[in-house]
């Protein structure tokens, strides 16, 4: 699959179940993890039309550490707690933000990021890596959203 085929008249549900669906053909026989980030960071920027998307993988040293994305040049590094990203990593859950300026350190890696959603990824039962998206629109995310994008991170882990 070279091309991603989805309709412009769908609604976001649909968007993202035809998404999913794609992205696990894309990465059905690709073993290796990173390729298959970039490869999904790609995909669902080219479908939403996000303003960033990207893994941040943890470290040994209780940071995050930038892996694939699309979009601007980004934050290399995040503390564990810290930001949207490091909320969602201590937390143990994905976190919605609807309004980036009214979250507590925010760590602003654009000032045209105005709504997030970071994912948690996990295999045996602890955080290998989180999948952040921003927005240049406020409130863009939403339950339906965190379900799919729940859904796709899954298909990255692999054993």
């Not at 290796?32 to 080219?46: G, P």
């Not at 990207?54 to 995040?78: H, K, M, S």
């Not at 760590?107 to 295999?123: G, M, Q, T």
Request: hydrophobic share 40%; charged share 25%; aromatic share 8%.
């Amino acid at each position: 699959m070279e091309e991603l085929k989805l309709s412009a008249t769908a609604d976001k549900q649909e968007r993202y179940k035809c998404l999913t669906e794609q992205i696990k053909s894309l990465t059905d026989n690709e073993k290796n993890m990173i390729a298959n980030m970039a490869n999904i960071t790609a995909a669902i920027r080219q479908t939403f039309d996000f303003i960033w998307v990207g893994f941040y993988l943890c470290d040994n040293n209780n940071e995050l550490v930038l892996g694939p994305f699309q979009g601007t040049i980004a934050c290399t590094r995040i503390k564990f707690g810290c930001g949207v990203c490091g909320t969602a990593w201590k937390e143990q859950r994905s976190v919605i933000v609807a309004d980036v300026d009214k979250f507590p350190g925010h760590i602003a890696c654009s000032s045209d990021s105005k709504s997030e959603i970071v994912v948690p990824l996990f295999k045996n039962n602890r955080i290998f890596a989180v999948l952040d998206i921003d927005s240049d629109k406020l409130n863009t995310f939403d339950d339906i959203d965190k379900t799919a994008l729940e859904e796709i991170v899954r298909i990255i882990i692999k054993d």
